[in-house]
């Protein structure tokens, strides 16, 4: 993406972005890693827990949208969360959504996510593990960390819950 690396942290906010983005503007989503992802206690729950997923990702530039400078949609995702102390809880989720990268005039990025989407692991902003529908701003500072989440438009189901 055009943007520099640094500002694109929240890729651990959702396995839709756990795969680098393309470089290229026109590349079809390519197929994820399905390697888990395991968090310790205390990353995202109170629990360690695994996050696997299924499916494709992509990163597309947009250098002459004056709304979003890039978007990462995430076709057919899928993610599975366990928790690692009691692996026979299990949640599927469904994590199709995009993310829009909104450059801001500090240098910092605005990340609009719509539709499914699985926000995880920055208990420091909110998002310990939440599994969201509908509209997601998260702001990120112009050194790249994340400083703040609105999911009051959001339907929001707290996994770490679900899975105790």
């Keep these: 993406m055009s943007r520099p690396a640094r500002a694109i942290p929240i890729v651990v906010l959702s396995a839709a972005l756990l795969a680098p983005l393309p470089p290229a503007t026109a590349e ?94 920055l208990p420091g902003i909110g998002a310990t593990a939440l599994a969201t529908t509908g509209p997601v701003t998260i702001t990120i500072s112009a050194d790249g960390e994340p400083t703040a989440i609105d999911v009051s438009r959001a339907r929001v189901r707290d996994l770490c819950a679900e899975l105790s």
């Design 28 to 121: 079809p989503p390519t197929p994820v890693d399905p390697t888990p992802e395991v968090l310790a206690a205390g990353e995202a729950c109170q629990f360690a827990i695994s996050v696997t997923s299924t499916g494709k990702v992509g990163g597309i530039d947009l250098p002459n949208n004056p709304r979003f400078f890039a978007i990462a949609p995430s076709p057919g995702l899928k993610l599975t969360v366990t928790n690692l102390d009691e692996p026979a809880n299990t949640v599927e989720v469904n994590a199709t959504g995009a993310f829009r990268y909104v450059a801001l005039a500090g240098g910092g990025t605005v990340i609009r996510a719509s539709g499914h989407n699985l926000l995880y692991a």
